[in-house]
Nanobody, 121 residues
């Protein structure tokens, strides 16, 4: 019943932009910290950014600081990751997470299925 469904991924050129969406259902979205993580082939899952229930950004990874923006619309049970100035090293599978705790870790309560982002010239 709990669902986190990512969308908006795909292909972008270096310097381009993509907006990922994470639509949630089956739980009280507005009580959960929402995170975005990513995983490149052969690498560990990496935290990108997390946002608290009221819209306060908890943390943003240094590698995306100034380029990625995390936001949420509680009325729509949806979180967004706006990705600008994309680099080839941003390529990977991006996952949405939900955690009842006010933290940003890989131990989140719920996870989406992941969505591919490919940045290439």
């Amino acid at each position: 019943q709990v669902r986190l469904v990512e969308s908006g991924g795909g292909f972008a050129q270096p310097g381009g932009s993509l907006r990922l969406s994470c639509e949630a259902s089956g739980f009280s979205f507005n009580n959960y910290t929402i995170g975005w993580f990513r995983q490149a082939p052969g690498k560990e899952r990496q935290g990108v950014s997390c946002i608290g229930p009221t819209g306060k950004v908890i943390i943003t990874h240094n590698s995306v600081k100034g380029r990625f923006t995390l936001s949420r619309d509680n009325a729509k049970n949806t979180a967004y990751l706006q990705m600008n100035s994309l680099k080839t090293e941003d390529t990977g599978v991006y996952y949405c997470s939900a955690d009842f705790r006010p933290i940003c870790t890989s131990g989140a309560d719920y996870w989406g299925q992941g969505i591919q982002v490919t940045v290439s010239s």
